[in-house]
């Protein structure tokens, strides 16, 4: 069997209406909607933390606070920028 048909669907949908009632159906699809956009949502991110910062940017940021300008610096120009700044202390 490959799953629920048509017609097992509508009757679980007609059941879950009787039950629920159609405010209450409502409610509960809207619910589950909104649940399955934030999982959604959660796949989109890398598999470290949720808004962990990529490499770059913690480079980026390293450079800054040691007060490299990193405007218009790709990441290998902002490696070298400090290890020379780094080698320099």
Known sequence: M???????????????????????LAEVARSLGVAWREFRGYRAFPLGAPGARGEEEQLRA????????????????????????????
């Open 2 to 24: 490959n799953g629920p048909g048509l017609l097992e669907l509508l009757v679980i949908g007609l059941l879950a209406w009787l039950l629920l009632g159609p405010r209450r």
């Open 62 to 89: 390293a450079a800054e606070r040691l007060g490299i300008a990193t405007a218009g610096l790709d990441e290998s120009e902002l490696r070298s920028a400090l290890q020379a700044r780094l080698s320099k202390d």
